[in-house]
């Protein structure tokens, strides 16, 4: 997988050491960039999602269904109503403080996801678009 110049350069450092971050595509066995990124960068940040042989934490399945609606139709998706407010207790349940959308087929559909479920553009460095959330959000 070709890396983006953001997560082996000096500019992953705006990521807290230790914070927790959602990629986008989601981090998971047919979806491994997630992975790769998180190895470039020696591993300065957790993620959420993951790949593993069991059953799945169901903390965040709203933000997983969703971000594989985006993978598996090629489609925008908005999160309205309940599920909106189901996507943001996740986020906060699962104390991600940046969201990371990075080069893939769909990253257009990503950013435009959490620019709408944030409410707020995102930050781009080197081909990554980024979100830093507020520990009340």
């Known amino acids: 997988l070709a890396q983006p ?9 705006v990521i807290p050491s230790g914070a927790v971050a959602l990629t986008a595509p989601w981090a998971e066995g047919p979806q491994p960039a997630g992975f790769a990124w998180q190895f470039a960068a020696n ?6 999602g993951g790949y593993i042989i069991g059953a799945e934490s169901t903390g965040s399945a709203k ?6 609606e985006i993978a598996t139709t090629g489609k925008p998706v908005a999160a ?3 599920d ?3 996507a943001l207790d996740e ?3 699962s104390r991600v403080s940046v969201v990371l959308a990075g080069p893939s087929p769909d990253q257009e559909l990503y ?3 959490f620019t709408d479920l944030l409410a707020s ?3 781009v460095k080197d081909g990554v678009d980024l979100w830093f959330l507020s520990p009340s959000r």
């Open 5 to 13: 110049k953001f997560f082996a350069s000096g500019d992953v450092n």
């Open 43 to 48: 591993f300065r940040y957790r993620q959420v």
């Open 63 to 68: 933000l997983h269904a969703l971000l594989d």
């Open 80 to 82: 309205g109503g309940a």
């Open 84 to 86: 909106r407010q189901i």
């Open 91 to 93: 986020l906060r349940q």
């Open 111 to 113: 950013s435009a996801f």
């Open 121 to 123: 553009a995102p930050q």
